[in-house]
């Protein structure tokens, strides 16, 4: 595993997600013009506000598991699977590179 990598993929991944959250939160606080809209407009993007919600908290579960998996790189503890202890297996960091538990315990 190559640490200046990950953490570089984790920093990457990060910025993208954190622009993705302050543009979502944007939006649904109206501030991106859409309640200057006409009124069949406004209506659209009222019914497309739940999904809207839903992945601005995605969003920021997933940031939260980033800045933790970069904490956990700097503790020189990343790898290891919380649930055994055990290193988590290279190609499920290289796909999931926040995870915290292996396949095994994952399951």
Do not use: N, W
């Not at 959250?21 to 606080?29: F, I, N, Q, T």
């Not at 999904?51 to 598991?65: F, G, M, N, S, T």
């Amino acid at each position: 595993m190559d640490a200046q990598a990950t953490r570089e993929a984790l920093h990457t991944r990060l910025a993208t997600l954190t622009k993705r959250e302050v543009a979502l939160s944007k939006h649904l606080r109206g501030e991106d013009g859409r309640l200057g809209a006409d009124s069949s407009d406004r209506a659209a993007f009222i019914e497309m506000d739940e999904v809207i919600e839903q992945l601005d908290d995605d969003a920021r579960i997933e940031i939260v598991a980033i800045q933790a998996a970069l904490e956990r790189l700097q503790a020189g503890t990343y790898g290891e699977c919380s649930g055994c202890g055990e290193d988590i297996a290279p190609k499920r960091l290289a796909v999931l590179p926040h995870t915290t538990h292996c396949v095994t315990c994952a399951a």
